[in-house]
């Protein structure tokens, strides 16, 4: 049997005396493309932080690679990319040098302190700032001067740069017009040929965006903590959704 990249099992996580994740079994195999749905407040980030190890379940078990993270060494950890709700960009640094720091990881100390004083430019980040159509003359600009979209596609090329095995997301449209929505939708999904950058095959998106569903081979539908469907793509019907949404719906 094919084994799982990433296994949950059931997981729980709780802040203060809460639980926010509760008893979730998952496993992330290759070539999932996974949309993970939910209402605001139902876990999708907490659960894409515990994808990633930022966060320890409070009870539970989980493997990468079928091993705990503790055990994985910094080239299996870079293995795993995740694009930040929040972003996470350093505000003080270029959009270039931002987009370098998914390689840290990767590369050695030199390339880190030349990206920190700024002095080597790497064709790579240029290519893949292209990709996510960033125009040459935003490379250099720090990123407090960026509008809401080129910040967003800053993050996603910072994520693509590292030709993680595994790419998370979480809500990577928020900030992107239909038409470049559009575009990265097509890199993540390996819809559009890449010349310079290898897009994994194997990637889980929070998102709002219903209509994008369609694309994906694996729907994953989270409520108040836990995992009420776990589809696949044509499993998937449009009275399930509207319950689905018609019972989650924010107060
Ligand atoms: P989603 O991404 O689906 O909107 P989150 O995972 O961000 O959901 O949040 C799930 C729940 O966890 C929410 O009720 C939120 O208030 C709570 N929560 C998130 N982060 C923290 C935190 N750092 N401390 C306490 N509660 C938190
Ligand atoms: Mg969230």
Redesign the pocket.
């Known amino acids: 049997m094919t084994e799982a990249l990433i296994e949950l099992k059931n997981i729980s996580f709780k ?2 005396n809460s639980y ?1 994740i509760k008893n979730i079994n998952l496993k992330i195999f290759e070539g999932n493309q996974i949309a993970l749905i ?10 894409i932080s515990l994808l990633n190890g930022t966060l320890i379940p409070t009870s539970g078990n989980i493997k990468f690679f079928n091993l705990p993270f503790h055990k994985l060494d910094n080239s299996q950890k870079s293995k795993i990319s995740t694009i930040w ?1 929040d972003l996470r960009l350093i505000e003080d640094l270029s959009a270039e040098q931002n987009v370098n720091c998914g390689l840290l990881g990767k590369k050695n100390f030199l390339f880190a302190l030349k990206n920190l004083l700024s002095i080597s430019s790497y064709r790579k980040a240029h290519e893949v700032m292209k990709i996510c159509k960033i125009s040459p003359s935003i490379f250099i600009k720090k990123i407090i001067n960026l509008s809401g979209g080129q910040k967003q596609r800053i993050a996603i090329a910072r994520s693509l740069i590292q030709e993680p095995q595994i790419l998370l997301a ?1 809500e990577p449209f928020n900030n992107l017009d239909p038409k470049l929505t559009n575009l990265v939708k097509n890199i993540f999904l390996n819809e559009e040929n890449q010349n310079y950058i290898k897009i994994s095959n194997t990637i889980l998106i ?1 998102l709002h965006k219903i209509d994008l569903l369609e694309n994906f081979n694996r729907i994953i539908g ?1 409520q108040n ?1 836990t995992i009420s469907f776990d589809l696949s793509k044509g499993e998937l019907k449009d009275n399930l959704l509207d319950d689905f949404y018609e019972f989650s719906e924010e107060n």
Do not use: W
């Not at 939910?38 to 659960?47: I, N, P």
């Open positions: 802040y203060k926010i939910g209402k605001s407040g139902s876990g999708k980030s907490t659960l709700q979480d929070a989270l903590g």
